[in-house]
């Protein structure tokens, strides 16, 4: 029976000494657990009391940015309006300018044809040709030039197509024809 005991006793001895052995190994273990509950518990505080100021930061940078959107495309459409308006200016400019090139066109052609009538012979007048005033009226200025026979025009020339005011190089080229 001592022999049981002697198990016995002994298989005690060895589980006391090996969780003897496990407990001084376990507290350096115990100690850094410690040491680490330690640092989460400071960190956790700091993100406590830093977290919710760093995200109100981010919140009212995120308003800024969607200001500062808001105020650009504003700005995009003030500037495409302006685009618009110097667009219409410079085809304003651009019709004016055409205009002015057809006016001084006139005028240049205006002044030849009077110089060319200024400058020609007159031709003699025959007495034979002429009744007396008093038994017609006088022929208004439209009528003299109607009657003269350099601006009578043929029925062709008067119906033919695509002859406008605003060909401004068909003047030109007809004007140079005549001479």
């Known amino acids: ?39 989460a518990e400071k960190l956790f505080d700091t993100l406590s009391r830093e977290l919710p100021p760093t995200l109100e930061a981010i919140r009212v940078t995120g308003l800024e940015i969607t200001d500062l959107t808001d105020d650009v495309s504003e700005g995009v459409k003030s500037a495409s309006q302006v685009v618009k308006q110097v667009d219409q200016s410079l085809d304003s400019a651009r019709i004016q300018a055409q205009n002015l090139q057809v006016g001084t066109r006139s005028i240049f052609i205006g002044a030849k044809a009077a110089w060319k009538n200024f400058t020609r012979q007159k031709p003699a007048r025959r007495i034979s040709d002429r009744t007396p005033t008093n038994e017609k009226p006088p022929l208004t200025l439209r009528e003299r030039e109607v009657l003269r026979p350099e601006n009578r025009r043929i029925k062709a020339e008067v119906y033919r197509a695509n002859d406008g005011y605003n060909d401004a ?9 005549e001479d």
Not at 169 to 177: L, T, V
């Open 1 to 39: 029976m001592i022999e049981p005991l002697f198990w016995l006793g002994l298989s005690l001895l060895l589980v006391a000494t090996s969780l003897t052995a496990v407990l001084v190994a376990a507290i350096p273990a115990f100690q850094e657990l410690a040491r680490a509950a330690r640092s």
């Open 169 to 177: 190089n068909s003047w030109e080229i007809n004007f140079d024809d």
